[in-house]
T-cell receptor
Framework: DVKVTQSSRYLVKRTGEKVFLECVQDMDHENMFWYRQDPGLGLRLIYFSYDVKMKEKGDIPEGYSVSREKKERFSLILESASTNQTSMYLC??????????FGSGTRLTVV | GENVEQHPSTLSVQEGDSAVIKCTYSDSASNYFPWYKQELGKRPQLIIDIRSNVGEKKDQRIAVTLNKTAKHFSLHITETQPEDSAVYFCAASRIPTFGRGTSLIVHP
């Protein structure tokens, strides 16, 4: 079974803080993704990565950046957290069979 | 880019009834259509998917149909059970664009 692990289940940060969300997958998948999930809005793609050091913007990249220094790790960075970034963040990786495997999510609250 | 519309946003059925969730997509080049189930407090999990060279796929009580001409696809759940209660998301393309989700409630 593919495991996608997100380092934190719950996070509370202050406005203006720099926030790192970490995601690690153990199946040598090349493609990794960050989504945020908000009620009534479904899953919206923030950034994705096809390979190490490679990144592409998704639908809502503003206020976020990412880092992919190693194949198994994809980090989402909030440069200066704001209250409208309070959300559930889901990481996912995708293999040759196309289906996503999601991490268990990080619920971020920015106060 | 791709745009995926999903209906209904909520669906309430009695145990044993069938449930149908419908999605439309905009990009005729999309060739992969997965469905995900997300139970409360848990991560979304792939339950069934279909590729564009197939019109229908079935797995026990769930089935997905695809109409490429009309650019819509549907999830069918037969003999619903309370444990089917969850939010269901459709998606289109290999870098999936997701629908907004359908909250399915199955009443015992």
């Amino acid at each position: 079974d593919v495991k996608v692990t997100q380092s934190s289940r719950y996070l509370v940060k202050r406005t203006g803080e720099k926030v790192f969300l970490e995601c690690v997958q153990d199946m040598d998948h090349e493609n990794m993704f960050w989504y945020r999930q908000d009620p009534g809005l479904g899953l919206r793609l923030i950034y994705f990565s096809y390979d190490v050091k490679m990144k592409e913007k998704g639908d809502i990249p503003e206020g976020y950046s990412v880092s992919r220094e190693k194949k198994e790790r994809f980090s989402l960075i909030l440069e200066s957290a704001s209250t409208n970034q309070t959300s559930m963040y889901l990481c996912a990786s995708i293999g040759l069979n196309y289906g996503y495997t999601f991490g268990s999510g990080t619920r971020l609250t920015v106060v | 880019g791709e745009n995926v519309e999903q209906h209904p946003s909520t669906l309430s059925v009695q145990e044993g009834d069938s449930a149908v969730i419908k999605c439309t997509y905009s990009d005729s080049a999309s060739n992969y259509f997965p469905w995900y189930k997300q139970e409360l407090g848990k991560r979304p999990q792939l339950i069934i998917d279909i590729r564009s060279n197939v019109g229908e796929k079935k797995d026990q009580r769930i089935a997905v149909t695809l109409n490429k001409t009309a650019k819509h696809f549907s999830l069918h759940i037969t003999e619903t059970q309370p444990e089917d209660s969850a939010v269901y998301f459709c998606a289109a393309s290999r870098i999936p664009t997701f629908g907004r989700g359908t909250s399915l409630i199955v009443h015992p």
